[in-house]
């Protein structure tokens, strides 16, 4: 191997790794980040044509859209064009550390994959560290595409079982020619972070939570929120019917309403919740789910709170 | 003497209950025939035919030590996946009949024609922990292994006057034993292509028919075929080379793990020396895999094959009227495009305006997977007998997996009948023998897939019901009518559950065989079809809130929890791994079945 490699880190709303388009209506997408996708992105993003780089996604979500695309010269639309893309796409791209790596920011973004002109393929890459060049190979599972002819350059050495594809290298602006590559599934001694086996420590660092288990986690810890020993379904009913229905306003001037009666304790609480769910944009999106976090409130009260010390209604 | 031996039958004796060795007491006067002398001398060879049969018959063997675990003998075959408790009664035959049609020297085709029911109840070895394979199974084994010994053996000079010498046999046996190898491989054939249209699936009949072609052409050597899977033993290394090559020939890539060892490491006899590491069939999952693909250019210039993308896309296809869209194929797949699509029905789906949902089901048997599972079981039953087994005992050895095999292929046929009689002849596409096509009337019907499919596996193999480590792979992939089988294939080749559901764009069912008779039962509880539908539309939003949902019992009540908690006491959900069925194929199940709105007001 020769110099070291540039960890980033790559995050894309949707994006298509394109295969070839397949019966004219079809076209997949890859679930790995091939050297020839990546390396042709940042080439054409910084000018530099000795870039080398090549990745892995470790999280996506695997969706379908349906395109219809024009003929500009026959003034027709061709038939629906179904795109597989991957949401929420997040992976580690490793960047062969040369002279021309230098010109890489910390931060930058760029555009890869299929449909760009309609606005897929835009992906942000944050600088995560570096791989020094001496780390030694191990055998396991190759977990991205690199052209034969790149092998040594990523420290790939016996190659015990190939998976081939072809990948495309461009020889000038608009030409280019197929070259015999390795793809994922290869069993071959390589750095382990080009490594299926080994890219678990990613998957370790999902930067992709679901927000809502997110805010479930904030009403959790909230120790304001579980100072009533329990909530009564029907109150909890009732203010996320209004909640629903009616919105954060009426929700919360019911709440202080209710503040100078029998069920002051979980207004008081209740409005703490109500707070944190306003600060989800989700659940400002759409207040049923907001409706469904109050109604099954007492689900994320924390052991620590269900043992005596609240206030309001006793339990039985 | 008629001249040909027929080597199936050397162990026709024991038929009759009266397998005797030559050395016997009893002398036992029989018909002039090669085949006869190799039914006498087969335990103790008097010339090269018979030392070949003796070898033959020690690999063909389901033990390589005739050693009693106690108890009566039955004489009946335990089937391992059936695990009958009992082993079926086997009779004896009338000697004198057997004898007499002997006499007309029979090949062996004749003589399966009128003793094959009996060769199958009959064991090859009828004391009990040593009776896991059928007589049949064996004597079938041994004909193939006596015909790939053939010229290999590098014998002493005929007719050397030592044959007689027990000790000289013994010697040349042993020396020939350790000298002449054996190679296992297991070939695993893949295709490059991603199939779109119906006729792009001419590939995977191509693939069977190649599979077929081979277990035909070289029927010696293979050992066990199941779906894309070959097993193959050969002393010529030559040959595993030429089925490969004609593998790779037809268009196809070969994933090989091969061991090799000696006669004697394969029959692995107690007390013997071994050379090196243990030779088994178990190590084949140890070794590293070796791709064979046919020539692939180091580069070449655009386009591409857009189905394989594995050759230059030398010929432009349009459709069959010329006025589709414009497509590069190679040659190969060109030639898949041009035919007739052999999957009629697809086409006719595609074409009719009728329901547009498919339940892809594709029925798998990793070998090593296979292998693992089946000693498991074999050291099961040696241990209800009583005995600790050694590791050499519960050794799989050819003739299980052989035995297997036709149960194997029971199983899918009756697979396919099943299906055909829940879902109909015109809503059943055949694709291969293990994967079929279903066309669902209501979506919810995609669960009857695997509902007919558990009632087989627990019917003629329970012992993999009973056990976690089922080497069986069930999956099942519901998807629109148009959606590309290139990805479904995918979708079935990364899954990793012994029993997988998916709902494209929706969630995924992973369960065991062993709880999936649980999960399914789901159907029949009284469970509101809403309340499923609504925690798969919950689901959609958020699954952290569906969970929620889930969970909350604040209201004992609601109608919706009423039936979670239904569920939930059916699964005994405490534990998610446990129950079978984590969250996620919860939600799949709502998605599968509680979407749809039955009339019988189950869901």
Not at chain 2, 135 to 158: C, K, N, Q, S, V
Not at chain 2, 307 to 323: F, L, R, Y
């Amino acid at each position: 191997m020769s110099a070291g490699f540039l960890r980033y880190e790559l995050q894309s709303e949707v994006i298509c790794l394109g295969e070839r388009l397949k019966a004219g209506w079809f076209r997949p997408c890859t679930d790995t980040i091939p050297y020839s996708q990546i390396s042709g992105a940042l080439r054409w993003a910084f000018g530099e044509t000795d870039l080398h780089a090549a990745g892995h996604l470790c999280c996506y979500e695997v969706d379908h859209l349906v395109q219809g695309p024009r003929d500009r010269v026959r003034e027709i639309s061709r038939i629906p064009l179904r795109v597989q893309v991957l949401r929420q796409a997040l992976g580690s791209v490793y960047v062969l550390a040369n002279e021309a790596s230098r010109v890489l920011p910390e931060e930058f973004e760029v555009q890869m994959g299929a449909l760009r002109s309609k606005g897929l393929g835009q992906c942000y890459l944050r600088r995560r560290g570096e791989v020094p060049a001496d780390v030694s190979g191990v055998l396991g599972t190759l977990n991205t595409r690199i052209p034969l002819g790149r092998q040594e350059m990523f420290g790939l050495r016996e190659v015990q079982m190939p998976v081939h594809g072809y990948l495309f290298e461009p020889t000038s602006l608009y030409t280019g020619n197929y070259v015999l590559s390795l793809f994922e599934g290869t069993r071959v001694v390589a750095p382990p972070f080009l490594l299926r086996e080994f890219c678990h420590e990613d998957k370790r660092r999902d930067l992709r939570v679901d927000e809502i288990q997110v805010l479930c986690q904030r009403i959790s810890d909230c120790d304001r929120v579980w100072r009533p020993y329990e909530y009564t379904s029907s109150f909890l009913d009732t203010v996320g019917g209004i909640l629903a229905d009616h919105g954060f306003g009426v929700a919360g001037t019911f709440l202080s309403t209710r503040e100078e009666r029998r069920e002051s304790v979980q207004a008081a609480g209740l409005k703490e919740v109500m707070r944190l769910l306003e600060g989800c944009p989700r659940v400002q999106q759409n207040r049923a789910i907001g409706r469904l976090i109050i109604k099954s409130l007492e689900t994320l009260r924390p052991e620590k709170h269900k043992q005596a010390g609240g206030q309001g209604r006793k339990p039985k | 003497m008629a001249d040909v031996l027929v080597p199936e039958l050397h162990d026709v004796l024991k038929l009759t209950g009266d397998h005797r060795h030559p050395q016997s007491d009893k002398l036992i006067i029989g018909p002039d025939t090669a085949t006869w002398k190799g039914v006498l001398y087969h335990s103790a060879p008097v010339d090269a035919d018979t030392l070949r049969l003796h070898l033959a018959d020690c690999l063909a063997a389901a033990s390589s030590r005739p050693q009693s675990y106690g108890g009566a003998q039955t004489g009946g075959t335990y089937k391992l996946w059936e695990e009958t408790g009992n082993p079926r009664e086997a009779g004896k035959l009338d000697q004198k009949e057997v004898l007499k049609f002997l006499a007309t020297d029979p090949d062996w085709d004749a003589f399966v024609a009128r003793y094959g029911e009996e060769l199958e109840v009959r064991a090859e070895e009828a004391g009990r922990g040593l009776n896991v394979t059928s007589l049949r199974t064996h004597m079938e084994l041994t004909g193939r292994f006596y015909r790939l010994l053939d010229g290999r053996l590098d014998l002493p000079a005929a007719h050397l006057p030592d044959w007689s010498d027990v000790d000289w046999v013994k010697g040349v046996r042993e020396s020939i034993a350790q000298r002449t190898e054996l190679t296992v491989s297991h070939l695993r054939v893949e295709f490059p292509q991603r199939p779109i249209r119906a006729k792009d699936l001419n590939v995977l009949i191509a693939l069977a028919e190649a599979v077929a072609r081979i277990a035909r052409d070289y029927a010696d050597e293979v050992i066990f075929a199941a779906g894309e899977d070959l097993l193959v033993a050969s002393v010529d290394s030559a040959r595993p080379t030429a089925i490969e090559a004609e593998l790779v020939e037809a268009g196809f890539w070969v994933q090989a793990r091969e061991v090799t060892g000696t006669i004697a490491d394969w029959m692995n006899q107690r007390g013997r020396p071994r050379t090196s590491a243990p030779t088994s069939l178990l190590r084949l999952a140890e070794e590293p895999v070796r791709a064979i693909y046919g020539d692939l250019a180091t580069s070449f210039p655009p386009p591409i094959c857009e189905i394989c993308q594995m050759a230059p896309g030398a010929h432009a296809w349009t459709g069959p009227e010329g006025d589709g869209p414009e497509e590069f194929l190679c040659g190969n797949c060109y030639s898949y495009r041009r035919g007739e699509a052999r999957l009629r029905k697809l086409a006719e789906w595609e074409n009719g305006g009728m329901t547009r949902r498919l339940a892809w089901f594709r029925l798998e048997l990793p070998v090593p997977k296979l292998i693992a599972c089946l000693q498991g079981l074999y050291s099961g039953y040696l241990a209800r007998l009583g005995r600790r087994p050694a590791q050499e005992d519960v050794e799989v050895r050819f003739s299980l997996l052989a035995e297997f095999q036709k149960d194997y292929q029971r199983l899918l046929e009756a697979v396919g009948r099943g299906l055909r009689a829940r879902f109909g002849e015109a809503n059943l596409e055949e694709v291969l023998p293990n994967l079929y096509c279903a066309r669902l009337e209501d979506p919810g019907q995609a669960l009857e897939v695997l509902d007919v499919y558990e009632q087989q596996v627990r019917e003629l193999m329970p012992a993999f019901v009973q056990t976690e480590y089922c080497p069986l792979r069930a999956r099942l992939i519901v998807a629109d009518l148009k959606f590309p089988f290139g990805e479904i294939w995918r979708i079935s080749e990364e899954a990793t559950a012994g029993v997988q559901a998916t709902l494209v764009g929706g969630r995924r069912l992973r369960t065991t065989h062993r709880r999936l008779r649980d999960v399914l039962s789901l159907r029949n509880l009284r469970l509101r079809p809403s309340a499923l539908h609504n925690l798969a539309e919950i689901a959609q939003v958020s699954e952290e809130l569906a969970r929620l949902r889930w969970l909350d019992r604040s209201r004992p009540g609601d109608a919706d929890t009423q039936t979670y908690k239904l569920i939930d006491q059916h699964l005994e959900w405490r534990h998610e791994d446990a129950s079978g069925l984590d969250f996620e194929g919860l939600v799949a199940f709502a998605q599968m079945a509680g979407a749809t709105k039955p009339s019988s007001g189950k869901a």
